[in-house]
């Protein structure tokens, strides 16, 4: 489910609210104070062969800049909301299921203007596939939910020109493989610089199709791929109570 489907569902019930918050603002003069806002999670077990790291946005919903409106900050609870009806009824329906096992694996990423963390969400057996990726990203200065689309805007880039671009990257460097489709899925903002997640369909010449995650970074045109177990090193996430599978794993396991 993507951000203008929740957009519509609550479209209705939370306009004037919306209204006020992509400015920042609830009401004129009171700005929202995102001092407290953190990472937490929604859902966090590991059973059997099974990793479930869910996460949510926590806030103050006490501020007075709330009050009017049930205690409630709209862009954070439409984050929240598509993680609960898309990730985390994802894992709901895994369980009804039976199947083997399954890999939701959260990297999160605190700076003091955003909050961001990356998802990759993988059912085994897994033959020829990453699973997939996503991010939420949300501007706590501005109380706002980046897209992707605002971000290959700023980069002046066109989601078509991007997987022009990654494709070429990887020709140059693979001479019996290609890339036939490559697909933004998220980003992490860092500094000035943002790196791109995409979801890539590779065809290779004697061997079975396959599809990958990687990562793109336009500021040293790097094309790193997913490992299948850790996306992010455990270094450059936030260390989170009780600690997420990125924290535990070592490269040198």
Known sequence: ??????????????????????????????????????IGMMTQEYIGDNIAEIPMIFYDGLQPSLKDYNHKNPEIELINGEIKNGIQQTY????????DWIEIKTYPFTSKRYIQFIITSTVFPNYGTDGSVCSYNFDKSKNKWI??????????????????????????????SSITKAVAKGFLL?????????????????????????????????LIFYNGICLYDKSKTDKMKPPLFCQKYSRNQ
Request: some cysteine; aromatic content about 4%; charged content about 25%.
């Open 147 to 176: 897209s992707i689309e605002e971000i290959l805007k700023d980069m002046k880039l066109t989601k078509g020109e991007l997987a022009k671009k990654v494709s070429n990257m990887y020709a140059s460097e693979n001479k019996t």
């Open 190 to 222: 860092s500094g000035k610089s943002a790196e791109i997640l995409l979801e890539v369909n590779i065809k290779h010449k004697n061997s079975e199709p396959e599809q990958r995650i990687c990562k793109y970074s336009p500021s040293n045109q790097h």
């Open 92 to 99: 709901n329906n895994f369980n009804k299921k039976g199947k």
């Open 1 to 38: 489910m993507n951000k203008n489907t929740i957009i519509t569902a609550v479209f209705l019930s939370v306009l004037p609210i919306m209204l006020c918050s992509l400015t920042g603002d609830v009401k004129a003069g009171t700005a929202i104070d995102n001092s407290k806002t953190a």
